[in-house]
């Protein structure tokens, strides 16, 4: 990195937008780029900031600090900007000495007192997980706590009308925790007609409910029904749910999850940090390492239903109403509702439950935490998804949101984060990439790639891959400690990348094409089409847009989405047409009804008087469905419906404001008001996304399709004077400059190929890139001369378990081929894992083809390769391919060629430890088929 601080760059890049791929850059006929300025230097070698982190797994405090200083250093030197501490360990369940050495004992604190001295060496950030493993927990509580997280219990009891009820009321049987359960409410209701206590969804008669709360004298209840009929007693209680973190126990005393709708969890948090982190001279090296405070996503997980003490004045004071005459329409078992009111529509209730959850979650939980870890000199960083809640605008709040490959449903998970981001004004969209189910040790780049390459499209601008583990744990067998594997005895989640496997021999490969995709995808502002406003802001469900995530994106339109409450941010104001004028510059405003309540004509009185605002302020918006009789999201009200009608009225008779009855008609709707995407493209699978800066436009381009290569030509409105194209080589650093169309066209059109999964990335300028070539493309239809490569030597350095955990020790065997078979038909190799090369000799006559490009061109291969031509190592190779550029490299008469290609450990695990591994596929590792140069 240059001198500048760490800190003072990233000063630097949010005040420039970094503009940083202007300066001149001369490129050699080799593919290397040649930086002629400090600043050119970024894209071919992009510094810490931009680069991918892992998130880093500890097995408790059992860990060395001079080792904690060694992966500090082996992660510095693979092209990796930081890691994300956490004491994750599903795999080992044995005790781990948590009293002496369990989060936050010393040998814990030793450890990340290690990491950040050696980080801040390194110029690397570190990130903190908010506590044990997850959900965020605190081993200073017990689950009677205040700030310990709680649980409404519902006890149901059966009443014939005929009998009178006389005696102590029902209550929950005590759990294995031992929680204390305290009386909350009673009430009792009428079943309806048909309807049973045993039915999974009960349905009673909302008039009959009655509350006996008053009713019960030193806990006995004296009541005979009025009404005749089958009847339930609800009765409530208020404990600690006494839910722990995952894979425990972390800590001695165990540790309970804390509250994170109060004030009182939050305190907790901090409470606990105060006591077991926080050593003065950890807080000085956070203070000058920075990084972020990390909370995973939010599961919390109950058999009852979620609460928080101060809940029902909370929401009285919110929501303008009791919730106690429709207290049994929010209660659940197993996360399922289990009563009903006859003939009412109890959706209008529990959004407003969740609506106060919501709040209260942002307000004691997120915002409190920012501003505590912001005052240590960490960001926050959160997973803002696992309940309901609003995790749009979540995302807004937090300083980085973050998705995850493993969970999220489809792209329009993304995009939901990507508009509660943008929203905020904020700049990062993180994503814990990478964990696959099953795969751990069998997991490829190629596969990793393919996941998540249409994810930098759909907003996502950083990495933090999972993960990193620590060398050795208690029970850990080769090749080392990994974090989930085995999980229940099976192989697990992957993956435990490092020097273990034998892909990270190629790993700066792999981190350059990561830095540089960061880099391009954090210049200046996004540019997106359409915000599509739905009206619950939850994340993770798999809800698209309609027409737009399909048809949409297949000609050039990008969007996200926002959340009604996101309309109060000061980031909701229009310019010159568009929302977020200074941000994502959205074009059009779409919503329809609620996707989540039957796609009803739902909406919040005081957003649709925000949209009104927005519409009067001139931008475009297209209304889906009939919003002629539109209905409260909450409670229903007759005279503030009466007003959202009126206001809806007035919104449908703007001539920027359309309405279309259906989905089917989006397209129509959209003509209507005539808004044009950004970009153009003939119908494809292919997604993108868009940074502009004061002097360029960036893109993205990924192919989304799994199988099929999609082939599009590309139109982009000249506008602001850039009319300078450049492609740029994420793989190589190289920049190059695209033929320029005429100077009298109205836009820069180009063509683009792309390979399954795929990427490419372009910038357009205002001022020509000094030094840089013209990509020249060939157009030719004739066939072009070939040469089948035979009389190979395939070199394998296998790699086999040594005498401890972490240790591999390394054979090397060779064996002559004619042709490339299938691995599985190398019956002498199949157990083996490690490193393949392949070499073999061939003549080239350069004079038959003077001015056609040479290639060479393979079948199949298996993930990772370095290719080497005439002893020189070629540059890095995009594992999408199965191609690559010789120019430069291949000379006249003899070549020797060597390509080495890397393998996962599945393999060998499946013969050395079978138990876990060996019902494994067999892995086709290397090179199979025909491999051929072509001119």
Same mark, same amino acid.
């Given at each position: ?21 202007l300066?001149?850059? !001369? ?50 030197? !693979?092209g990796?900007?930081?890691?994300e ?11 781990m ?17 290690a990491?950040?001295?050696q ?44 009998k009178?009820?006389?005696g ?6 005590t ?14 209701a009428?079943l ?18 009655i ?5 019960v004298?030193?806990?006995?209840l ?7 009929? &089958? ?12 839910q722990q ?9 165990e540790?309970?999850?804390?509250d994170h709708?109060s004030?009182?969890?939050?305190? @907790?948090?901090?409470?606990?940090w105060?006591?077991k ?6 807080e ?32 009285e ?17 197993k996360e399922?509702?289990?009563i009903?009111?006859e003939?009412?529509d ?17 307000e004691n ?8 870890a ?17 995790a ?37 969209? &993180?994503?814990?990439?990478g ?15 393919r ?14 891959l ?12 080769w090749?080392?400690? @990994? ?10 989640y ?44 939850y994340?993770g ?5 309609p ?20 309309l ?10 568009m ?15 609620d ?6 004509s739902?909406?919040e ?18 209304a ?24 809806f &009225?007035?919104l449908?008779?703007?001539?920027n ?7 089917e ?10 808004i ?5 493209h ?31 030509m590309?139109?982009?409105p000249?506008?602001?004077q ?22 009298? &066209?109205?836009?820069t ?5 792309l390979?399954?999964r ?30 089948v ?6 070199d ?25 078979p299938?691995?599985?038909?190398l ?43 005439n ?9 999408l391919?199965r ?8 000379k ?8 080495q290609?890397?393998t ?32």
């Open positions: 990195m240059s001198p500048l601080s760490r800190r003072r760059f990233l000063e630097l890049s949010s005040i420039t937008g970094l503009g940083l791929l300066a001149p850059l !001369a490129c050699s006929k080799a593919g290397h780029a040649q930086p002629s300025s400090e600043l050119a230097k970024l894209f071919a070698n992009p510094p810490r900031p931009f680069q991918p982190k892992f998130r880093w797994w500890w097995p408790h405090g059992l860990v060395d600090p001079e080792e904690i200083r060694k992966e500090i250093d082996i992660m510095a030197d !693979a990796f900007g930081g890691a501490i956490a004491d994750v360990h599903h795999s080992v369940r044995v005790d000495s948590s009293e002496t050495h369990g989060w936050g004992t010393k040998p814990w604190q030793d450890a990340v007192e990491a950040l001295d980080a801040q060496k390194r110029g690397l950030s570190i990130d903190h997980s908010i506590g044990p493993s997850w959900p965020a927990a605190s081993c200073l509580i017990t689950p009677d706590h205040p700030g310990a997280t709680k649980e409404l219990v519902t006890v149901i009891t059966p009443w014939d009308s005929s009178t009820f006389d102590e009321i029902p209550a929950p049987d759990p294995k925790s031992g929680a204390k359960a305290e009386r909350y409410a009673l009430q009792a009428l309806s007609a048909g309807s049973s206590a045993t039915d999974k969804e009960m349905s009673v008669d909302g008039d009959s409910l509350d006996l709360t008053d009713a004298s030193n806990g006995v004296h009541w005979k029904p009025t009404q005749s009929g &089958s009847w339930i007693i609800l009765s409530y209680w208020l404990r600690g749910s006494a973190p995952e894979g425990g126990p972390h800590t001695k005393p540790s309970f999850v804390v709708f004030q009182a969890g939050t305190q @907790a948090v901090k409470d606990l105060k006591q982190v926080l050593t003065p001279k950890i000085k090296l956070i203070a000058s390492v920075g990084g972020n405070l990390f909370e995973d996503s939010i599961e919390m997980e109950t058999h009852e239903t979620l609460w928080t003490p101060l809940l029902l004045e909370e929401f004071k919110r929501r303008g109403y009791s919730l106690l005459p429709y207290l049994p329409l929010v209660v659940q078992k399922d509702h289990i009903d009111f003939g009412f109890s959706g209008h209730i529990r959004h407003d439950w969740w609506q106060t959850l919501s709040e209260l979650f942002l939980h997120f915002e409190a935490l920012k501003t505590w912001r005052s240590l000199g960490l960001g926050f960083r959160g997973q803002p998804y696992g309940l309901r809640t609003d749009i605008r979540a995302a807004a709040t937090l300083d980085i949101a973050e998705g995850e490959s493993l969970g999220f449903k489809n792209l329009d998970d993304y995009r939901s984060l990507a508009g509660g981001r943008d929203m905020g004004g904020n700049k990062i969209l &993180s994503n814990e990439a964990a696959f189910a099953g795969s751990a040790y069998g997991t490829t780049w190629k596969r990793v790639l996941t998540l390459n249409p994810q930098f499209a759909a907003g996502v601008n950083q990495s933090v999972h993960g990193f583990a620590y060398a050795e744990a208690p029970t850990a067998k090749p080392g400690f @990994a974090a989930f594997s085995p999980y229940h005895g099976r192989t697990g992957s993956e435990a990348w490092g020097p273990r496997q034998p892909s990270w021999q190629h790993i700066n490969d792999i981190s350059g094409y990561f830095s540089r995709v960061h880099l391009i995808l954090q210049q200046g502002q996004p540019q997106v089409d359409v915000a599509f406003l739905r009206q619950k802001g994340a469900s798999g809800f698209g847009a027409w737009f995530s399909k048809i949409g994106v297949s000609k050039g339109w990008t969007h996200e989405f926002i959340s009604p409450s996101t109060e941010l000061p980031t909701a104001k229009v310019r010159n047409g929302l977020n004028p200074d941000g994502a510059a959205f074009q059009l405003l779409v919503f329809e009804g996707a989540f309540h039957g796609r009803k739902t909406f009185l005081p957003a649709a008087k925000r949209l009104l605002a927005l519409a009067q302020a001139g931008l475009p918006i297209l889906v469905g009939d919003w002629s009789d539109p209905m409260l999201s909450g409670k229903r009200n007759s005279e503030a419906e009466k007003e959202l009608k009126a206001i &009225s007035q449908l008779s703007l001539k404001v359309a309405n279309v009855l259906s989905r008609n989006i397209e129509s709707g959209v003509k209507e008001l005539g044009s995407p950004r970009l153009t003939s119908q494809a699978e292919i997604v993108h996304a868009e940074r502009l800066t004061d002097s360029a436009r960036y893109f993205y381009f990924c192919n989304n399709s799994e199988k099929d290569e999609q082939e599009t590309v139109q982009i000249k506008q602001s850039l009319a300078y194209l450049y492609q740029m080589d994420l793989w190589t650093g190289e920049i190059q400059e695209l033929a320029s169309n005429d100077a009298e &066209s109205d836009a059109t180009f063509e683009m190929k390979s399954p795929d990427s490419k990335a372009y910038v357009l300028t205002k001022k020509p890139l000094p030094g840089i070539s013209v990509l020249e493309t060939s157009h030719s239809n004739q066939d072009p001369n070939s040469l490569l035979k009389s190979w030597i395939l394998v350095e296998s790699w086999i378990p040594g005498d401890s955990p972490s240790k591999t020790i390394k054979v090397k065997r060779s064996t002559s081929l004619d042709t490339l299938l691995w599985s038909e019956q002498e190799f199949t157990e083996d894992s490690g490193l393949l090369t392949y070499s073999c000799e061939f003549e080239a006559n350069l004079d038959l083809a003077r001015s056609q490009t040479a290639t060479l061109v393979w079948e199949q291969l298996f993930d990772t390769v370095q290719i080497t031509l002893g020189r190592k070629l540059p890095p190779h995009n594992p391919k191609e690559v550029e010789l120019e430069g490299y291949l006249t008469g003899k070549n020797r060629l060597s390509l290609t890397s996962t450990l599945n393999n060998r695990l499946r013969v050395f430890n079978p138990s876990v591994y060996g019902d494994n596929k067999l892995q086709l590792y290397g090179i199979s088929g025909t491999v051929k140069v072509t001119w």
